[in-house]
């Protein structure tokens, strides 16, 4: 996984918590820009308050997927609510392709549909899995799921062979089409498997998060915030954030210090795009 930066169009993954808010402060994330991408935010405890300068306002809470398009621009804040004590989720960025690029600002707020077996549930974040499809829209083919496996438990998902797929281990440790992952680790798949086979190695219940899709074919440039197709739009798309420029619009009700992020200096290179590692050949 170290040279490879792209499942599908997952492009960003981060994993945080189980987080004390007690003792960290919690979740406060002033408004900040983004280009050329989706946000997914799914989590596993606490409550985040989202609003964007779209005009959305929600309560992010498990079981719920939010997912905010960016499109030619959007700005929006993350604050942890005052109910939340253990914050603990994921925030996963999805590349648009260049035909989505300018699409309309926009945020949805979805169940996510779950499937009970008999050693373990799978909830379908993004995309269809067992059965079952979220609500959440996706510009190229993706699967994102939750699956918690109870001790010992194996469970085979029939998958689409054009995906590649990774599983990232939150808790206890996996083997997924035989290898071992370790708590915190992310496995990847290549396309060609038919059905994924993961199992719990452990004695206590496991979490994973399961995501993939279609190999995303188009170089992209991403940087802070950022995804584009060149280090010159990089560089425009950070000039009109610090311009405050109307490409982004305006968080209301938003009162926290800051009151917006600023983006930190450009680096001293020229961004190049993000590759992967070139599939084997038959």
Not at 93 to 107: G, K, M, Q
Not at 204 to 232: C, K, Q, Y
Request: charged share 20%; aromatic share 8%.
């Amino acid at each position: 996984m170290r040279h490879r930066t792209l499942i599908g169009a997952w492009c960003f993954l981060d994993h945080y918590g189980p987080d004390d808010v007690v003792r960290t402060g919690g979740m406060e994330v002033a408004p900040h820009p983004h280009t050329g991408l989706q946000t997914v935010s799914w989590l596993f405890a606490g409550e985040v308050e989202h609003r964007d300068s779209g005009g959305a306002y929600a309560i992010i809470q498990p079981g719920l997927t939010g997912l905010m398009t960016s499109g030619f621009g959007i700005a929006h804040s993350e604050v942890s609510t005052p109910a939340t004590t253990v914050l603990h989720g994921v925030q996963l960025w999805v590349a648009l392709p260049s035909d989505a690029l300018n699409v309309e600002r926009d945020f949805s707020f979805t169940h996510a549909p779950m499937v009970a077996l008999d050693e373990a549930k799978v909830t379908v974040f993004v995309g269809s899995l067992l059965g079952v499809t979220s609500d959440a829209k996706t510009y190229t083919p993706l699967v994102g799921a939750e699956l918690n496996l109870e001790p010992g438990a194996t469970i085979e998902l029939p998958v689409d062979k054009a995906f590649e797929h990774g599983l990232l281990v939150d808790t206890g440790a996996a083997a997924i089409q035989g290898t071992a992952v370790r708590r915190h680790e992310l496995a990847y798949v290549a396309p060609g498997e038919s059905a994924l086979v993961v199992t719990n190695l452990t004695d206590d219940p496991a979490r994973f998060v399961l995501i993939g899709g279609t190999p995303f074919e188009e170089p992209i440039v991403m940087w802070w915030n950022f995804v584009a197709r060149s280090h010159e739009e990089i560089v425009e798309m950070r000039d009109e954030w610090q311009a405050g420029s109307e490409r982004f619009g305006f968080v209301p009700e938003y009162y926290g210090t800051p009151m917006r992020l600023a983006a930190p200096p450009m680096p001293r290179v020229h961004l190049l795009p993000r590759s992967n590692p070139p599939r084997p050949t038959a």
